[in-house]
């Protein structure tokens, strides 16, 4: 089953423990994205990579990291979270040519900073 | 990419079509119409997309106007499943920068029994 794969789906940590959230894809897919959804502010992208070793910065990507060592995982790290990016995590990925914006989305990661 | 407006939340009743319209009359040529949903903080389901012709597929029809300033998305015969928030997106449909969507405040949909 074509999937895309985040862990965890929910954590809670404290101010400045860095942690990572994993995104894993199964389908061979080119472009992945990490988006955050608050209320009222609907869905940013915060990092996204078109290939392997290939990252750029999204809307918002103060205070995130990401990397691309391999073509199906993509995952985000928070080095020093603060309650600021206490929020909804999407990973979402993409193939390429026509099909290229039937982006598949991870089923999210809620985290909250404290 | 062309901006897009659609009412703010429809209602539904089980098993009857649901027509969720969206405005986009400053779409250029070469902007597709996307549609995709969001059922209750889950991740966003991509449903269907189109250029200029309608378009069919096993969850959705898509209605493009002739001159393509807005569109209808048609789910022809909705259950209690089906709520959710649908967003309608004008996007070139390759950008080159990261194939970013963004999805604006969306259509609340509520299939009723």
């Known amino acids: 089953e074509a999937q895309v794969t985040q862990n965890p789906r929910y954590l809670i940590t404290v101010t400045g423990k860095k942690l990572t959230v994993t995104c894993s894809q199964n389908m061979n897919h080119e472009y992945m994205s990490w988006y955050r959804q608050d209320p009222g502010l609907g869905l940013r992208q915060i990092y996204y990579s078109m290939n392997v070793e290939v990252t750029d910065k999204g809307d918002v990507p103060e205070g995130y990291k990401v990397s691309r060592k391999e073509k199906r995982n993509f995952p985000l790290i928070l080095e020093s979270p603060s309650p600021n990016q206490t929020s909804l995590y999407f990973c979402a990925s993409s193939g390429d040519g026509d099909r290229t914006l039937e982006a598949f989305f991870g089923q999210g990661t809620r985290l909250t900073v404290v | 990419d062309a901006k897009t407006t659609q009412p703010p939340s429809m209602d539904c009743a089980e098993g009857r079509a649901a027509n969720l319209p969206c405005n986009h009359s400053t779409i250029s040529g070469n902007e597709y119409v996307y549609w995709y949903r969001q059922i209750h903080s889950q991740g966003p389901q991509y449903i269907i997309h189109g250029l200029k012709n309608n378009e069919t597929n096993e969850m959705a029809s898509l209605i493009i106007t002739e001159d393509r300033k807005s569109s209808t998305l048609i789910l022809p015969h909705a259950t209690l499943r089906d709520t959710a928030v649908y967003y309608c997106?004008?996007?070139?449909?390759?950008?080159?920068?990261?194939?970013?969507?963004?999805f604006g405040a969306g259509t609340i949909l509520r299939v009723k029994s």
């Open positions: 997106i004008v996007r070139v449909g390759w950008s080159g920068y990261g194939n970013k969507l963004v």
